[in-house]
């Protein structure tokens, strides 16, 4: 090429419009676009007759498939999307083999995943699925009558219905079977003809809503990029490579929903172990311990209080073998994973959001915490911890703005003394591309140029941060701040108390003071005055913190995936209604 001519070549590529991202790789040997979806087929080639999915269906039966049986499964169903043109797939199912298989398949289709909460209102359903703009959903059917205000706007929108059943009528396995003929009378090309290697990694692969207790849901877009890293991410951290003596691979227990961030990633995680995953259709603890002790689990994902109870259920007892309990959604408490511990369930702290695929930090045990009393051992695991092995370091920070609805110039890192209190910001790999047609919020949720959690922290000295409270849940009483969750660390070392959560209430003086509201251990019994002389008499707790009110509940209100509703709480405390809609 003549000097003239590169110079000529050089203007023009600054003249037209820069070359897509995709293309920059056509022509690379050493990169690939990244798409958790090849995780299946991959796992059948490895090891087809490896176990894949073990399932007890709505009919009471035990169904288990082999990774060859559920890639082919996942391949038909994409299919059958390809087949009639579906490009947005909602779906509406609890932790089932269907619900695994649409996650590949509606990937493989080049489609997009919008799985979402069963336990929300119907019209909150209507609005994420007309929102996210699908054009099928897959429904379990036991969920059907959910879908009666969506159907009343969208007749036109086809279901999809799963029995979960072994019926030759379940009208899911016949799109599948649908597909799988189409897929033969098109040449029988099966997964090399779908799209495990995306064109794009940047473009969405699921729409994942939030839980929307104060506001409308929001939709955080997923991207295949980072779908792929999280899944490798939490394969390293809850080290789903390895398992106890009595399995051949990771026994994965799909207590966490499915729905939920999209499993944590975990349906693509467990997956790319070629680990078996054992779906449970909703949480019975009597059936969770059954199958600890009789299936070697080696793994599980759940929020504390789902933890909580399951060491309190009557079967609880001590594992022969270790299992790795992941635990996020709430901040755990030290006395928790000291329980958690005697029973052979290991902990493995993480934090995150649905705006971070789930986990983003891990509270990594450090061999040198081996030397330390027992107490401090448990207080240090139950910080939030460092960065994910994929992410950037968390931070946590006081921001330059005083309007939080304006971008901050900078944002300042508090000291890491464990004192100051700051805001946990994020930033890497595992961050949510954006809110889906929410451009106001997604300028808010990064403002500075960091994703914001709202969640109030200290940075301690070692590098970890640990969680006080939400923005919004942080006590203010005579101008003291209170964390309502170290609040509730301390009222749960009560040996009769189950469960505890603390919330605000007006005082006239004080401006408020704390209200705690608690469970107790079955058999046991609880005055909440004898509470109120146990917290004073207390020393690890000052005079201020300890609650001015205490209310005895038979239960607790929670989201799906175990998170206290405190705004049910705060409102309850300030004398509204005592009904519960998810």
């Avoid at 959910?146 to 030759?168: K, V």
């Avoid at 779908?227 to 080290?239: D, P, Q």
Wanted: net charge negative.
């Amino acid at each position: 090429m003549s000097t003239a001519l590169k110079r000529l070549t050089s203007l023009a590529s600054q003249l037209v419009p820069s070359t897509p991202a995709p293309a920059i790789f056509e022509h690379r040997h050493n990169i690939h676009q990244l798409s958790p979806t090849l995780f299946l087929p991959r796992a059948a080639a490895i090891e087809p007759d490896a176990i894949a999915t073990y399932h007890t269906n709505a009919d009471r039966k035990v169904v288990k498939r082999t990774y060859q049986q559920t890639a082919d499964r996942a391949a038909g169903l994409a299919y059958y999307l390809r087949k009639h043109g579906y490009k947005r797939v909602g779906i509406l199912a609890p932790n089932t083999p269907a619900f695994l298989e649409s996650i590949y398949g509606i990937g493989a289709a080049s489609a997009v995943n919008v799985a979402i909460n069963y336990r929300l209102k119907k019209e909150d359903i209507s609005y994420i699925f007309d929102h996210a703009e699908v054009d099928l959903i897959i429904v379990d059917a036991e969920f059907q009558n959910l879908l009666t205000d969506y159907r009343a706007r969208h007749p036109s929108i086809p279901f999809l219905i799963d029995t979960d059943t072994d019926l030759p009528t379940n009208p899911y396995d016949l799109a599948v079977a649908e597909g799988q003929l189409h897929d033969q009378q098109t040449g029988s090309h099966g997964w090399a003809a779908l799209e495990t290697e995306t064109t794009n990694e940047e473009s969405m692969i699921a729409l994942s809503y939030t839980s929307g207790t104060t506001a409308k849901p929001k939709g955080v877009v997923y991207t295949h990029r980072s779908a792929y890293l999280g899944a490798i991410a939490n394969l390293i951290e809850s080290g789903l490579n390895t398992h106890n003596s009595k399995a051949d691979r990771c026994h994965y227990l799909w207590t966490l929903p499915m729905f939920h961030a999209m499993g944590w990633t975990f349906p693509w995680a467990v997956t790319a172990a070629r680990g078996t995953h054992y779906c449970l259709r909703k949480i019975e603890y009597p059936e969770i311990w059954r199958l600890l002790k009789e299936e070697a689990i080696s793994h599980f994902n759940a929020a504390p209080t789902v933890n909580t109870l399951l060491c309190a259920d009557p079967n609880a007892e001590k594992l022969p073998e270790p299992v790795r309990v992941t635990v996020a959604a709430s901040p755990p408490t030290a006395h928790l994973f000291e329980t958690m511990e005697s029973m052979n369930l290991h902990p493995v702290h993480v934090y995150g959001l649905t705006e971070t695929y789930g986990p983003i930090t891990k509270g990594y045990i450090l061999p040198s915490w081996s030397h330390s009393p027992p107490k401090q051992r448990f207080a240090n695991m139950a910080r939030q911890g460092h960065g994910h092995v994929l992410s950037t370091p968390a931070r946590v920070v006081r921001t330059s703005s005083e309007d939080p609805d304006q971008p901050a110039e900078e944002l300042i890192n508090v000291k890491q003394d464990g004192k100051e209190i700051g805001e946990i910001i994020l930033t890497g790999n595992l961050c949510a591309k954006e809110y889906y047609k929410d451009a106001a919020a997604t300028r808010k949720l990064f403002l500075g140029g960091a994703l914001h959690t709202g969640d109030l922290a200290v940075w301690h000295p070692d590098g970890a941060i640990q969680i006080l409270d939400r923005a919004k849940d942080i006590i203010i009483s005579g101008g003291e701040n209170i964390s309502s969750v170290a609040l509730e660390a301390l009222l749960v070392t009560h040996p009769d108390i189950l469960e505890a959560a603390c919330v605000g209430v007006p005082h006239e003086k004080w401006g408020e003071t704390p209200k705690a509201f608690v469970t107790v251990k079955q058999g046991k019994s609880m005055q909440a005055e004898d509470l109120v002389k146990w917290a004073k008499e207390h020393s690890a707790i000052s005079g201020f913190m300890v609650p001015r009110e205490v209310e005895v509940l038979q239960e607790l209100p929670k989201t799906s995936t175990g998170k206290l509703r405190k705004n049910i709480l705060r409102a309850w405390a300030k004398g509204g209604s005592r009904e519960v809609v998810e």
